[in-house]
């Protein structure tokens, strides 16, 4: 009798008219009996748009004012 080896993985994938398309292929023969549990991972794209909105409101509570007085080169670099 064979000994059967454990060989825990875990893939990411996303979910494409309901099956599951892996991001990497996994290490196992064809027709290996597996059982799947699925945790649906944080959105990076909401993140994304609560990192903007985030900035945005701050932002519109503290301005940046980039509109007052130009110098010139020779202003800039004035050594006294």
Do not use: C, F
């Not at 991001?23 to 990076?44: A, F, G, K, R, W």
């Not at 985030?54 to 004035?78: K, N, T």
Request: proline content about 6%; glycine content about 8%.
């Amino acid at each position: 009798m064979q000994k059967d080896t454990v060989m825990n993985q875990t893939i990411t994938g996303v979910v494409i008219g309901g099956g599951l398309q892996l991001d990497q292929p996994i290490s196992l023969p064809d027709q290996t009996m597996v059982s799947v549990t699925v945790h649906p991972l944080p959105s990076t794209k909401s993140n994304a748009i609560a990192a903007w909105e985030s900035v945005q409101a701050r932002l519109a509570a503290r301005p940046i004012h980039g509109g007052g007085e130009r110098y010139s080169r020779d202003e800039l670099h004035e050594r006294r």
